[in-house]
């Protein structure tokens, strides 16, 4: 986790400075986001939350969620993303969300994307959405390419 710091304390410092925080809704990169946020010393100033919500199942445990909110995405979607980023933002009443979608491998997804593929997404004062692909199914470094992705998107949404 140590190659994912640098990302991780330059979101950190810059949602600090802003007086900001984020939740996170991460897939495929198993909680590495939130781990590394909450990796940077004073995290509690600016970390919320978060969840690895793998399944449908998990998303029905938070108390807002409806099953129409993801009608006509498919996960690995930039658009699901999105989806993914504003609902964790309200549900935990942080500034920003970070929505993370995809498969790490080693095979692909059961929706016909490839394993290495990722999209990440913010939402806050802008929304920017982004897709990772690595070309590897390599679990492990598929899942911090994915963190890394996710945590570099917010440090520049935030800048």
């Not at 100033?45 to 099953?67: K, P």
């Not at 059961?110 to 806050?124: M, S, T």
């Not at 920017?128 to 949404?157: I, K």
Request: proline share 3%; aromatic share 8%; glycine share 12%.
């Amino acid at each position: 986790m140590r190659e994912l710091m640098p990302y991780a304390e330059k979101a950190g410092a810059l949602l600090k400075t802003r007086k900001q925080t984020v939740a996170v809704a991460e897939s495929s990169a198993g909680g590495l986001i939130a781990a590394a946020l909450l990796a940077v010393p004073g995290a509690s100033a600016y970390f919320v939350g978060g969840a690895v919500l793998y399944t449908r199942i998990s998303w029905r445990a938070l108390r807002q969620f409806r099953d129409e909110q993801f009608e006509g995405t498919t996960p690995a979607t930039e658009i699901n993303a999105q989806l993914r980023a504003r609902i964790i933002r309200v549900e935990f009443g942080a500034d920003w969300g970070i929505g993370e979608t995809g498969a790490a491998g080693p095979t692909g997804g059961r929706y016909g994307n490839p394993a290495g593929l990722a999209c990440i997404a913010i939402a806050g004062d802008v929304e920017r959405a982004a897709t990772v692909q690595t070309g590897s199914s390599d679990r492990f470094a598929n899942m911090h390419a994915f963190a890394a992705g996710a945590l570099q998107l917010l440090a520049q949404s935030l800048e």
